[in-house]
C-alpha cells in the first residue's frame, strides 16, 4: 500500500507541475509596446535605420586603405636588403627582402 501511496503522490505533483507550466505558457506577453513601435514606423514610413550618416564619418561601403599612387618616372628609392644579392647565385625572376630607408614622400 506504501508503494501505491508514493506512486500517486508523485503522479499528483507530476500533474500539478504540469498544470502550472501549461498556465504559465499560455499567457501571452503584453505586446502593446510593440505595437507602439509599429505604428510609429506605420505614421512616419521611415525605418529606424533609415537616416543619413553624420557629415565626415566613415561610409560603411567605403574602403580604409587608401588608393595606391604612382611615383614618378626615375624617382630614387633607397632599399636596405634583407640579404646579400649576388649575379652567381641569383636568377632572373628571384625574390628578394628589403626594407625601406627613408619614407616616400
Given at each position: 500500500m506504501t508503494l501505491s501511496k508514493a506512486?500517486?503522490?508523485a503522479v499528483s505533483i507530476f500533474l500539478?507541475?504540469?498544470l502550472a507550466f501549461i498556465i504559465g505558457c499560455a499567457h501571452q506577453p503584453?505586446?502593446?509596446a510593440a505595437d507602439e513601435n509599429v505604428s510609429t514606423v506605420a505614421n512616419d514610413g521611415k525605418l529606424p535605420f533609415d537616416h543619413e550618416s553624420?557629415?565626415?564619418g566613415l561610409s560603411p561601403t567605403g574602403t580604409l586603405v587608401p588608393k595606391p599612387e604612382n611615383l614618378p618616372a626615375g624617382t630614387p628609392i633607397t632599399i636596405?636588403?634583407?640579404s646579400a644579392v649576388s649575379s652567381a647565385t641569383s636568377r632572373s625572376g628571384d625574390i628578394f627582402e628589403g626594407f625601406l630607408d627613408e619614407p616616400v614622400v
Open positions: 506512486t500517486n503522490a500539478l507541475v504540469l503584453n505586446l502593446q553624420p557629415k565626415g636596405r636588403l634583407q
